[in-house]
Structures are given as C-alpha cells and as structure tokens.
C-alpha cells in the first residue's frame, strides 16, 4: 500500500510515499496531514489518496523499493474533509494551479507549519456567554462604557455570547469587572456539550419586514433542490443585510450552520456589528485581522458545529463545516472576493461550487451585480430575486452633475461643490466627499520642462506625500524625499498636480476650520479598532466632513449624511480595461448609495469634464440595469466575458524581451493544438502591460478567450502540464483564470 500525499510544491502531482516506520497503513487516512521528506527537506503535506500498488498499475516494484517513509503522521481528526478536498481538486483543476499550493493557502497557518507535539497546547474550544443579573446599576453616571455594555446584554433574555461582544467593541476585563461587582453573570460552556443551550438561539427581529423582503427570503429556500443560486439585486439600502439575517436565522433552526462573505471585515465592522448582535449563537469570525490562533479555533469551531455561523472575508470560503445550511456572499461585484498573487481563486466563484458540494443554497447579493452574474441569470442558470425599494424610511437621492470644464478648482474642489457642503454643515448634517486616491497629489511636475517625478523601479508617477513630505510608489513602496529641484532642467519650482484625498482634506480644512474632519484612507486607517472609532464617532450624527477613497464608499449604513460628492468621476472611464464602465458604474452607484438612509433627503453631486457621457444619464437615474444591458451587449458582440472565459498568462522577467519571448513560445505552442483552428479559442498577445516594468521586472501578458468548457480545460491542461519547464529560467509564468486584474 502507498500513500499519496500533495506538497506544497510548484507541480501539478502527488508525491508516493510509505506509512512512517512501525506505523500501520490503516491509521492513514484521506484528508490528514503528514510529514514528509521532500527534496532534502520535510514538509507538511495532506493525503490525498490511500491506495494499494495493484491499482496504481504505473508503480513498479522498483519504485515501491525506493519509496521514502512519511516522517510524522499527525494524530489529530482529518485537516480537510472530504467535501474540502472536492473542492480543493476542482478549484486546482479549474484554475490551472498545482493542488499542494491550494490546500497549503486552505489551511490555517498553524496547519501549515510542523509544531512538536510537546509545544502544541491543546485548543480551548471553551466560549461563554453572559448575562445581566438584577442588581440595580449603582455606577457612577458617567461610567459610559459599563451602561453600554450593561444595555446591550440586559436585552439578551438568553444570555449573548462573548464573540458577539467583543464585536461591540466590549473587552474581557471590562465584562469581568462587571461581573465581580455582581451586574453581570458569565457561564462557560464546553461547546462539545453544550448542543441544546447553543441551539436556544433565535430571538424576534426588531424590524417588521416588508413584502418585498419576505418574499427574497421565501424564495431563497424554493424547492426544487436546496442547491439553488440566488441573485438577490437590491437597490441600496433596500435591506438586503436584514434579508440574509432572516435566512441565517431560517437554517439556525433546522439546526445547521451559515458561511457569511464579506468584501473586507476591517471596513465593515458594522456589518460584523449588526449579525452578531442579532443572532444569538456562537458566531466564528474568519479574516486576516485574527491572530493564527483565533483562525485555527474558529476553523475547528465550525468543523465540529460548534460555531453556527462563521463571518469572513475571501479566505473563509475554505472553512469546513459539520452541517452548512445557507452561504451568503455580500457585494458579490466586489474585486476584493478574487485572490490575485499565487493561487488566483475567486471566492464567489468557489462559493458557488461549495454550495453545490454541500447542497445548500447560496444568496448572491448586491445592488450592482457584476455582468458575469447577471449573464448566468438571464440563462436561467441563477435566480434573480429583486428589491426596487428601500426600506425604512431610506429615500433615493437626487443626483447632479457640476460640470468642471470651465471652473477653477480649490484643492480639488468647485465653487458650486463648496456652497453645497457648506450649506449641509450648517444645517446639522454630515457630508462624505470621495476620491479614489490617496496621498497629496498623483503628480509631480516641473513648472519649467514639463519632467515628471517617475519611480526608479517601475513605468509609473511617484505620488506626492504631505505628511511628512516625500514621494511614494504605491505599486511598489518606493519612497524617496521631496527633491529640491527638476531632475531634468534643476528649476526649482515643482507643482504637485491633481488632488489626492490629503489634499481634498487640507483644502476643506482651510475653508472650514470650526468642522470636524475625518479622513478615512489607507494612510489614516491601518487597524479594525480605527475605523470603528471613526464609525462610532460618526454614528453620534454630529455635523462632519468625511473624506475617503473606497473604504469610505463601501456597505456603510450612516444616517445623518446628505451629500455625497464624488470629486472625479472621469478617471476610471478612460482605462485599457474592458470592464472600465462596469466598475465606474457599480463604484458610482455604491458611492451614491450612502447617503439618503436615515430619513432625511440625500443629494449626490459629481464633478465631471465628461458631462455629457453616456454613463450618466443611468446613473442620475438609480438604473444599473440600462448600463448593464447595454455593456452586456457589447461584450456579446466583441466575445468578451462573460460570453467567452477569459484566461491570462503573465510572464515576469528582468530581462525586457525574454517577458515577451517566454510567451510568444506559448502562444505558438497553443495554436498548434488540433482543435484552435476550430475559433474555439483565441490568442491575443503577447502585450506589454500596462505598467510594463514594476518593481525591477518587465510584464507581459496572453491572453487567452476560450468559447466552451471542453477547449477551456485543453488549455489550461496544456498550460499545467509544461509548468515546470516553465518555471525555469529567469523568467516566471503565472495562470490567471477569470483575471479581474490584467492590465
Ligand atoms: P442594504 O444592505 O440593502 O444596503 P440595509 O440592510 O443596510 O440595506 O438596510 C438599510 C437600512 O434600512 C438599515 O438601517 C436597516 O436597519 C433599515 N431597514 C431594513 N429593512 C427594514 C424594514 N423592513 N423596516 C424598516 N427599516 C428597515
Ligand atoms: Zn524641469
Ligand atoms: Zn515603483
């Protein structure tokens, strides 16, 4: 019997191996981690396969003579289940990427590492929950921090779990110091036992549902089979969130469990906020923010049904679970659900795959679909559920456009632009203004000649910094200070051109001086913990200026903003990419989406030199849908996705032409194959891209259009199977299917 176990190597197979000395072959199981001697190293590996030499027919004697002994078997429950290696091995087959290297990005990372079994401590699975006794609060009344936390638990009749706590914002020592002067009740559970309480959760809803709402949710859960997708298109605001809380809600009570997607845990934490505190059941978080420890616990906490909902970003897709009743992916448009360096995967895509492994239904929503979604709805492929309105007492805003040809601009800003804001500062409200750029400015430009401040390692402008000043590459992190003077002609007055979002805020600063004024950028934003505060401070409704780039522009629920000023809408139209329109569109319509929520009127101004633009019209109007049927023509008549599978070849080397080389012997190497004759594919390339050189090496890229399935896998295959030969060289070749990033 031999053992086959997949590595995380760069090759498209499984390495042979036999049962650790004085171990038994039946104590091998699929799915179990092991180490292995690998090319004078040990490395972890998972089995994929237990099978005898007989049925492996292409293993002589010879070979099982010199196959190696696995060093270390590990002795915990299998790492991946069976349905996790299903998917692993249709994801590795899909997108054309060695199956040692996506199960190694599967696994939590402290699976991936080798820990001597003295140093492993056992995992607490224990989790608590906590109650509001009767004791009367006899605080101080300004303890502010303790009457929240005793508010937020006292509604909680059955008790509300610590994670849905510490969501709050609400630490350990401060729910201990509660408990010890007798406010609060905490009782531990060993969640192996504790089945019937976890399962006591479900409390009423606060809000009452309307129609349109009730009427998503029943047909999520719409026979024929429970593996259906749902595209649940819902204007913004239209209470798509409240939507999948009934449905998870839905499957708690049949006693199974719930995969929550969201685009970046770190920007939503109001999202995160909202499920925790009306579910009442243990929920397991799964992002980058955790600690590996917290993602090792939350991944066993599921695998064994403890935790009944887990809420994560793209990377919680692999979570295992006991019982999976429901996934839902939130914003599915969203770019961020796709993995782009190393294993290239979408988590939509693989959610979608999942469910139908797990035979449960999955809700794809969103107020912007993207055109691949949409197209798998029309077919019929997808169920396109629809909320036109918004809830509550949300209203549309009124959309205008301020035309910038002829105006002259304050840091970014126009006149009209400006006495808007004013004008809603003065009436109490709060204003967000967007740009999707960070730092002082894009440029730096030499009054005299006309050079430009380009960075030393890539085909790209150096970004003007303001605090401290310097210039920085944010392709590659390049920084370097602020020069005195043109490197080309040595005058000494450089101009920073354009407005970044710390420019819009030095401007907005100057004309208003007595506002109060958030920026929220990557620069300003680094933790989970900020950008809670900010949201904290926002909620409070007190009149503000917001200044962000997409960040700011994403799922955020606040209710006293009425205006929204979009700075520059024209700079992603005019790009080389064929989905420029449908991200404008999606990113308008998102940005345009928060404000209006609360109650009060909410108005979007743009700024724009392109008035007259076709996208506009719809957008004014709240219809994605005009736009998404006209770019959804388009792309039929030029074969671009989603009517034809796109595949991308990326070649890097530090050698300008061997980039381009590498795949030209590709290219040639593909329309050799028998059926490319057939149209069933086409090559376009090879093409420098569109920042040819970063951070030292060139970039090229083939691009591949595919038109069925049968041709798609044949290139893919033949792509996989000369991998090796080539990875060899200097120059390094990288698959992307489906690419969102190409250019
Ligand atoms: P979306 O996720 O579609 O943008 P949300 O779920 O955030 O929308 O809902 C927008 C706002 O409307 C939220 O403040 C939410 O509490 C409120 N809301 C949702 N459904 C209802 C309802 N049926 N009745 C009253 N308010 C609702
Ligand atoms: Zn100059
Ligand atoms: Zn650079």
Redesign the pocket.
Known sequence: MVISVAVPVPLFKTFDYLPAEGDQIANYKKGQRVLVPFAGRKLIGIIIEVSSPVTKSKLNQQETFTLKHICLRYKEIPALSERQLELLSWASYYYGHPIGECIHTALPSLLRKHISEKNRSQQTLSTSKWYRTTKPFAGKKNATKQIAILEAISGHHHGIWLDALKSMGFSKAQLNALEKSGYLDSKSFDPLTAESEISKNIEKNSVSLNPEQVNAISEVFLPPSPFKVSLLQGVTGSGKTEVYIECVKKVLNKGQQALILIPEINLSPQTLARFQSNLDTPIGLAHSGMSTKERLSSWQLSESGVAKVIIGTRSAIFTPFKNLGLIVVDEEHDSSYKQIDGFKYSARDLAVKKAQLENCPIILGTATPCLESLHNANSGKYHLIKLDHRAGLGVFPKVHLIDIRSRALENGCSRPLLGKIGEELSAGNQVIIFQNRRGFAPTLM?N??G?ISQCNHCDSRLTVHSAPPHLHCHHCNFKKAFPKE?E??H?TQLSPIGSGTERIEAGLRHHFPDTKIWRIDRDTIRKQSDMKNVIEEINQGDPCLLIGTQMLAKGHDFHNVTLVAVIDADSSFFSSDFRAIEKSAQQLLQVAGRTGRGGKPGTVLIQTRKAEHPLFAPIIANDYESIARTELKDRELCELPPFSKMISIRADSNIQSEANSALQELSSQLSQQPNSNNNNFQISGPIEASIARKAGMFRSYLHVFVSDTASRSHVISLIAHNWSSYRTGKTKLQIDVDPIDYI
Do not use: A, I, K, V
């Open positions: 030499c005299s000649c050079w043109c080309n002609c005058y």
